[in-house]
C-alpha cells in the first residue's frame, strides 16, 4: 500500500493526537489548514509539519493530499465535507459528522459520485475491544442480546458562550456526547432502533443540557441512554444477554470488559486493545479502507445513528441556526 498524506483541518485536541497518532504509525501529517493561520503555523512547527496554508481552502485543491481530517466544530462540518469530497479526497471527520441525516445524506451522496471515502471518526467502531466482544457474542457462548444500558455524563460550569452550550456552535449533550453512546449501541443491536421515546432538559441557550432516551429495534433488543452536561456519570455500558453480561468503563475508548455468566455467577475478563491508540485504530482502518477494505469505517451505522439524533431532535423541536427555513 503506498503511503498516505493526510491534511488536518483544525488544530485542536483531535488534530494533536491525530498528530501523534501518525508519528507513531512512523508517518506523519502532511499539511495543516485553519481558519486562524498562526495557529497553523504553531501546529506544524510543534509536528514538524512542512506545509501550513495561507488560505483554508487552498487544503482541497492539493493534488498531493489524499486523506483530510476535519475536527473543526459540528456545524462548520458539512461546509468542508461537500469541498472535500467535490475535490476528490478522502475524509475523516470528526463527530458529529454533520447536524443532521439531510446534510449526511448529501455528504454520503458525494462521495459515491466521487468514488472516495467518507467515515466519522468514530472510535468505538476501532477499538480491539469491541471487535473481540463480537467474535464471543457470535459464538453463541452468551445468548441472545436483551438490553443495553448507557450512561455518559460531564460536568460542564455554565458557561453559556463555550461550545458544549453555544446554540451557534451546534451544541448540546447528544451531537457532543450522545453519538458515542449511541453508537456503543448500534455496533450491538442486530438492527437499527425503530422504536425511540425520550425526554429532554435545555439549557438556557435552548440547546440540550441532559437526556434520557429509549430505544427498541424489531428483535425487540433494547437500550436505554442517559446524557448529560451538567451532571457526572461514569462512562459506564452494561450490555445484557441471556446467559450473562458485559461491564465496560470508559468505553469511548475501552479496552476491558467484564462478562459476567448467570448460571453461575463466574466472571471473565477481557482485554484488547490500548486506549491511548485509539487514533492509530481509526488511521489503521481509514488507510485500509482508502486501499479497498470493505466497511471496516462503518458509515452504514454512522448513518443510522444520525437518523435517531435528528429524529429526537425533530421530537424535541430543537433546530439550530443553520437547519432554520
Known amino acids: 500500500m503506498k503511503d498516505l498524506r493526510w491534511a488536518t483541518l483544525g488544530t485542536g485536541i483531535i488534530a494533536n493526537q491525530l498528530a501523534q497518532a501518525l508519528e507513531a504509525r512512523g508517518q506523519k501529517i502532511y499539511s495543516v489548514a485553519n481558519r486562524t493561520h498562526s495557529k497553523g503555523i504553531e501546529f506544524a512547527e510543534k509536528y514538524g509539519i512542512e506545509k501550513v496554508y495561507n488560505n483554508i481552502d487552498d487544503v482541497f485543491d492539493d493534488e498531493n493530499v489524499d486523506i483530510i481530517y476535519i475536527s473543526t466544530p459540528h456545524n462548520t462540518h458539512i461546509e468542508y465535507l461537500r469541498k472535500a469530497l467535490k475535490a476528490g479526497k478522502h475524509v475523516l471527520c470528526e463527530k458529529s459528522i454533520t447536524l443532521n441525516s439531510e446534510e449526511l445524506d448529501e455528504a454520503i451522496e458525494l462521495a459515491r459520485e466521487n468514488n ?10 476501532h477499538m480491539p475491544i469491541y471487535k473481540e466482544l463480537n467474535k464471543i457474542i457470535e459464538s453463541g457462548k452468551l445468548g441472545k442480546l436483551r438490553l443495553i444500558q448507557m450512561n455518559f455524563g460531564s460536568f460542564k460550569e455554565y ?6 452550550f453555544n446554540r451557534n456552535l451546534a451544541g448540546g449533550a447528544l451531537l457532543d456526547i450522545g453519538v458515542y453512546a449511541l ?3 448500534r455496533w450491538f443491536m442486530s438492527s437499527k432502533p425503530n422504536e425511540i421515546l425520550s425526554q429532554v432538559k435545555y439549557a438556557e441557550t435552548g440547546v440540550d443540557e441532559q437526556a434520557s432516551i429509549l430505544l427498541k429495534n424489531d428483535e425487540e433488543e433494547m437500550a436505554t441512554v442517559i446524557l448529560s452536561l451538567h451532571a457526572k456519570q461514569p462512562k459506564r455500558a452494561t450490555i445484557s444477554f441471556e446467559k450473562g453480561y458485559v461491564e465496560i468503563y470508559e468505553y469511548p475508548r475501552g479496552q476491558e470488559a467484564i462478562i459476567t455468566y448467570v448460571a453461575d455467577d463466574s466472571k471473565e475478563i477481557i482485554k484488547a486493545g490500548d486506549t491511548e491508540k485509539a487514533l492509530q485504530y481509526e488511521v489503521a482502518d481509514m488507510e485500509e479502507a482508502v486501499a479497498g477494505a470493505e466497511n471496516n ?3 452504514d451505522y454512522t448513518k443510522d445513528v444520525m437518523d435517531i439524533m435528528t429524529q429526537l431532535r425533530n421530537d ?8 432554520e427555513k
Request: a negative charge; glycine letters at 4%.
Open 159 to 164: 458557561d453559556m458562550t463555550n461550545r458544549f
Open 297 to 299: 469505517m462503518h458509515l
Open 316 to 323: 424535541w423541536g430543537m433546530v439550530y441556526p443553520e437547519e
Open 116 to 125: 472516495v471515502i467518507l467515515a466519522e471518526a468514530m472510535t468505538i467502531f
Open 183 to 185: 453508537s456503543f449501541v
